[in-house]
């Protein structure tokens, strides 16, 4: 079924990005009502869809051009289960985003530049999302990146600058080697469209070329997703960007540009292979493991809160990939169900307390001026909201009940366990308690460790816009763990995990099969 709606979900954050620079120079504050006006229409537009879509998948055939002989020569946007959990994350983190960035961004010049950058950084990874040939992707994930790079060397200062140098350079690096594995492709298949791809691909299966497209796509889309080894730009660019585009790029990018497509790829692309899938989840187990081990020893808090994204990432990428393993063999499809649908769980749990956390350091260095956790102490009881905030952030990531980190890595857990992993089941577990560790320190230095007095009197919490967006967050916190009853469940990651499983839902629609 073709739906108005979804064009513009890229269309309308492109406007704004353009009405911004055009408008914004002339009329103060109008930038701040562009950005928020075209996030609240994207949140809505994305639950109409969540709503419409279900097991049906949404296309929308750009210039009308039909299938010729089968064959689809126009260019596809595809929403389906998968696309519409992403394209939630994207946009209400967005929004959120937005409104904390009323006062933060307010102490930086050229707020005309963030806003506009922030709707084109949103309006990318809505159209990676969306995309249903694999070209597209390539274009969108580059006005998203290209994005990212202003917004994070958006202080303009030492740390910033070289931040921005080394995410630039290995961010190149990804896309040349995301465009060499689509060359490829293109030139064994005479297709760009991930559903005509895998049709005409299909016997090709096994061959040299084929396993070199994996891997090229592997790593190409492993570095935008900052999976160990990829991992090195991750902790400068995260720990240097303004706190409001540190939340977008650990809680919204590197899923919507790097795990969504290995996922999309993997699954609805290639024919899944058990030496592929066996990578894939030790990429995962390697990632949850040495993130953490980094994240520990941290005491800058945006340092620490970006190694353990790259932890919490190989969660999803563990689950995704033990999945993969069972559907190659063709045996435990429930179990397999599960774990999938552990690893999507998990990422929308990490969306919201990932980026609720950077949130926090954020609050704490526009208030403190620092974001070393031996400077800090006594906050608790100066910064209530804040405070609050980052111990319910905290206990969800470190997975304590009943917050929602607790039923997504349960679920992951349960997963390994009937499928027989026990030593990912294991490291799952030890993981947490190393990141609950991790956080009680945070905790300890930044809210307690010193009387408030010694602190400094003139400290307290931060404007409205900022607690405003803090709170929200805080809520889906908690809110989220009713994912986990099986009738909400069902309703939410059960169809994105019913096109993963069968491949033909994604690809019937678009062939007219």
């Not at 493991?289 to 808090?301: S, T």
Request: aromatic share 10%; net charge positive; charged share 10%.
């Amino acid at each position: 079924m073709m739906n108005p709606l979804i064009p513009l979900m890229v269309a309308v954050p492109l406007a704004g990005g353009f009405l911004i620079m055009i408008l914004g120079k002339f009329v103060r504050d109008l930038n701040k009502y562009i950005a928020t006006l075209s996030l609240l229409f994207l949140v809505a537009a994305t639950l109409v869809l969540m709503a419409g879509t279900g097991n049906k998948e949404a296309v929308y055939r750009v210039g009308g051009w039909d299938n010729i002989n089968g064959i689809p020569v126009g260019i596809y946007l595809v929403a389906d289960g998968l696309s519409a959990i992403v394209l939630c994350i994207i946009n209400i983190v967005g929004l959120l985003s937005v409104i904390y960035s009323f006062t933060y961004i307010s102490r930086y010049r050229s707020e005309n530049n963030y806003y506009a950058l922030f709707c084109l950084m949103v309006a990318g990874m809505n159209g990676v999302v969306l995309s249903g040939d694999i070209f597209n992707i390539f274009v969108f994930l580059e006005i998203a990146a290209i994005s990212s790079y202003a917004l994070v060397a958006f202080g303009v200062g030492r740390t910033e600058l070289e931040a921005t140098f080394k995410y630039q350079i290995l961010g190149g690096m990804a896309s040349l080697i995301i465009l060499f594995g689509i060359g490829f492709i293109y030139w064994r298949t005479k297709t760009l469209n991930i559903a005509d791809i895998r049709s005409v691909m299909g016997s090709e299966t096994g061959k040299p070329i084929y396993l070199l497209v994996q891997m090229l796509l592997l790593c190409g889309f492993g570095l935008k997703a900052a999976v160990i080894p990829f991992h090195a730009w991750l902790p400068d660019a995260h720990s240097s960007a303004p706190s409001p585009i540190s939340a977008m790029l650990s809680g919204v990018l590197i899923k919507a540009v790097g795990i969504y497509v290995l996922i999309r790829l993997f699954f609805n692309m290639f024919t899944i292979s058990n030496e592929t899938a066996v990578l894939i989840t030790t990429l995962g187990a390697l990632s949850m493991v040495f993130g953490v081990f980094l994240a520990i020893g941290q005491w800058d808090i945006k340092r620490l809160l970006a190694y353990h994204s790259i932890s919490q990432m190989g969660y999803v990428v563990m689950s995704a990939g033990m999945g993969m393993i069972l559907l190659s063999k063709g045996i435990k499809p429930e179990v397999a169900a599960l774990a999938i649908a552990g690893g999507l769980f998990h990422l929308i749990n990490h969306a919201a307390f990932k980026s609720l956390l950077f949130l926090n350091a954020g609050a704490i260095e526009y208030r403190t001026g620092t974001r070393d956790l031996k400077e800090m102490g006594g906050l608790a009881g100066l910064m209530p909201a804040t405070y609050s905030s980052s111990l319910v952030a905290s206990m969800s990531i470190s997975g304590i009940p009943p917050f929602n980190g607790f039923f997504s890595k349960l679920i992951i857990i349960i997963a390994a366990i009937m499928a027989k992993f026990y030593l990912l089941a294991v490291i799952a577990v030890l993981v947490s308690i190393i990141t609950l560790a991790s956080f009680l320190k945070f905790q300890r230095y930044a809210f307690y460790n010193r009387e408030a007095a010694k602190t400094g009197n003139n400290i307290r919490e931060v404007p409205f816009p900022m607690v405003l967006s803090m709170v929200i967050m805080a809520l889906f916190c908690i809110l989220l763990s009713l994912v986990a009853i099986p009738q909400i469940r069902d309703v939410v990651l059960t169809p994105a995990v019913n096109v993963l499983i069968d491949p033909q839902l994604y690809t019937s629609p678009i062939l007219g099969m």
